[in-house]
């Protein structure tokens, strides 16, 4: 049964079970986000999808629809919320963009260029944190995890492996890797695993793959964040069939 809500003023339709992020996209409505992807469940770790649902803030990616929703996505206020995040995640972690192997593909990076950051704003924290080189294919560099936790659901739901998890509670989270070392190589993860490909940012990379693909011709120098998430839902729609599974 199909019932509908608004968002910005537009009626968008949306089934039981659908929340608001699934509906909005689904109509290419765009709700800014960094940490839900279509094909895992959603987490509603980032904040960047808040949005304000019959007068209260709410994650857009975990909050179901229900009929006569209305919604309020696309203002000055929450944008300039937005920015405030993805400025604290700039500062909070260690990302110098133009140096980073990421650059051009980052999502963090193409949030920053979405929501017309200008600078970061915060003072840097510039934390001492770990580089793992010990995998001979996978290269993770927790200096620029943004604890979006997409491995983490990619290795335990796709790959069923548990090879990530997030250790640590406020400014002390972290993720971490599950061997007895606390290496990456002494883990089963494969480069063939869907957990070496979802990091938004640089902080999972594949060895010898860099610069494969010039400054200039990368994701973020063709297309928007926008456009990037709007065919990423649309190709999920099309693998899963109008059904969704």
Sequence with gaps: MTSTITIDG?????TEGQTIMDAAL???VYIPHLCHDPEFKPHGSCKLCVVEANGRNVTSCTMPASPDMVVINDTPELNEDRR???????VEGNHICPACEATGNCQLQAAGYYLRMQSPHFMHFYPPRRVDASHPDI???LNRCILCELCVRASRDIDKKNVFG???RGIDSHLAVNSESGRLGDT???VTDKAAHVCPTGAILIKRKGYTVPIGQRIFDQKTLREFHLEQQKRVESEDGPDGG
């Design 139 to 141: 290269f993770l560099d």
């Design 10 to 14: 537009k009626t968008v339709p949306f």
């Design 26 to 28: 689904a109509a290419k």
């Design 188 to 190: 089963d993860m494969a």
């Design 84 to 90: 405030a995040l993805v400025q604290m995640l700039f």
């Design 166 to 168: 997030i250790s640590g």
